[in-house]
């Protein structure tokens, strides 16, 4: 089955650390991001990538870096910088090139801080 | 500011009460609208994209509606496992691939 799967489900980061959130797409699509989801609030964009070794900032980018060596991997590194990083974190794919710009979603990564 | 903004926060349903979920936006020539379904833990299950108003979509107890400033979900005969949180995203003119989200509503069905 075609899919998104982001992992690990539930990791925890220490002070002062950084720590990477794995996207793997299995779709062939060529776009992929990351959104943070915090309760009562809509997804909000913090990277995304129209094509290998290339990606663009979102809304709220800082404290956050991604890559984007293979067409089917995203990962995201949440930086010491991001001073508030407890939150629920999905990434998602989409084919522009169909013309269709739905996106489809892993089932997350929940960050919290010790 | 393009905005979406979705209605209600939160809707309680006895089982088979059917009823709407509301959907708004400012967003002028939008290049699609979307509905998504959420459970907890788990990440946005696509269920409709709409182009133009007058357009409906349906699927099992679900049916998307739109016009020029909203977009409706309805809800027909609902039962317990319809529980989510549905969530609404326009495609704007001015964006080449960010979506505009809405903070969706939760929707709980009462056995």
């Known amino acids: 089955d075609g899919g998104i799967t982001q992992s690990p489900k539930y990791l925890f980061r220490k002070e002062g650390q950084n720590v990477t959130l794995s996207c793997e797409q299995n779709l062939n699509h060529d776009a992929m991001y990351w959104y943070r989801q915090d309760p009562g609030q809509g997804l909000r964009l913090i990277y995304y990538s129209q094509i290998v070794n290339d990606f663009q900032k979102g809304d709220i980018a800082e404290g956050y870096s991604v890559s984007r060596e293979k067409k089917e991997s995203f990962p995201l590194t949440v930086t010491s910088a991001q001073k508030n990083p407890t939150a629920f974190y999905l990434c998602?794919?989409?084919?522009?090139?169909?013309?269709?710009?739905?996106?489809?979603f892993g089932d997350g990564t929940r960050l919290s801080i010790l | 500011e393009d905005q979406v903004t979705q209605s209600p926060e939160a809707l309680r349903l006895q089982e088979g009460e059917s009823s709407s979920l509301n959907c708004s936006y400012t967003v002028s020539g939008l290049r699609g609208l979307f509905w998504y379904r959420q459970d907890p833990g788990k990440g946005p299950e696509f269920l409709f994209t709409?182009?133009?108003?007058?357009e409906e979509k349906e699927k099992e107890r679900l049916k998307a509606t739109l016009t020029k400033k909203e977009s409706f979900l309805h809800i027909t005969a609902p039962k317990p496992e319809d529980s989510a949180t549905y969530l609404c995203?326009?495609?704007?003119?001015?964006?080449?691939?960010?979506?505009?989200w809405g903070a969706g509503t939760k929707l709980i069905i009462k056995p």
């Open positions: 709409l182009y133009s108003a007058g």
């Open positions: 998602a794919s989409s084919d522009p090139g169909t013309g269709n710009r739905a996106q489809h």
């Open positions: 995203a326009v495609y704007p003119p001015s964006s080449n691939y960010q979506l505009i």
